[in-house]
């Protein structure tokens, strides 16, 4: 069973950019598939980025593809998302979440495992 543990949230300034960190414990990280969900309030949790165990392979929502860049480091039980060029309306609380697969998904559904969440806002 994994444990994740987010950081590196905040405020920025619309423009700006952010990263973010999830440290894994508890099971081997390099058997996980990770993905990146944020929720604005009042609005459903939503797909943002994944990444394969091996790290070779990633997806992202086209929201983001271009500015957002996901990563991991299985040496340190980490996955990292940097936000470059962030606009308000990606103020959310961002979630890591992990599944027992090679690859990633973009459903909610399939990820069992899933962080405590890091809020990130944009200021205008």
């Known amino acids: 069973q994994a444990q994740l543990v987010e950081s590196g949230g905040g405020l920025v300034q619309a423009g700006g950019s952010l990263r973010l960190s999830c440290a894994a414990s508890?099971?081997?990280?390099?058997?996980?598939?990770m993905g990146w969900f944020r929720q604005a309030p009042g609005k459903e949790r939503e797909f943002v980025a994944g990444?394969?165990?091996?790290?070779?392979?990633?997806d992202y929502a086209d929201a983001v593809k271009g500015r957002f860049t996901i990563s991991r480091n299985n040496a340190n039980n980490t996955v990292y998302l940097q936000m470059n060029s962030l606009n308000p309306e990606e103020t959310a609380v961002y979630y890591c979440?992990?599944?027992?697969?090679?690859?990633?998904?973009?459903?909610?559904?399939?990820?069992?495992?899933w962080g405590q969440g890091t809020q990130v806002t944009v200021s205008s």
């Open positions: 990444i394969s165990r091996s790290g070779l392979s990633t």
């Open positions: 508890g099971r081997t990280f390099s058997t996980y598939a």
């Open positions: 979440a992990a599944r027992l697969d090679s690859f990633s998904s973009r459903s909610t559904n399939d990820y069992p495992y």
